[in-house]
């Protein structure tokens, strides 16, 4: 195999599923954020970014829920500043930390794979 169809194959795995990852993204957080929202009601970090994200449609609902997700996955950072409180990221129920955590988590891989095939592969 000839070093342009290795490329070729590697660039179509790794910038294929692009557009399944966002199009996963974006019905996730629109069918979550409310929900989310309704839990977060007190903590700073939460409502300044809603304050923010209102105006800016799906792509604003996306990142709110990319910013609760990374919350949920890494409370004692933001609950040791006061960002958010204990209570609010105990209150999150397991079913939508699991709804939420996948199409996040696979934008994560798929950037990690995308800055791998861009120095070694292109």
Known sequence: MSRTAFTDIVTLMVVGPLPLIALWSAIVSHRMVAKLESVWVRSKFVNENKGVMKGLGIAGKIM????????????????????????????????WKMTVYPPFIASGIWTVALFICGVFVW
């Open 64 to 95: 709110l829920c990319g910013s609760v997700c990374a919350i949920l996955i890494c409370p004692k950072s933001f609950v040791r500043d006061g960002s958010v409180l204990q209570e609010e990221v105990d209150a999150v129920p397991k079913e």
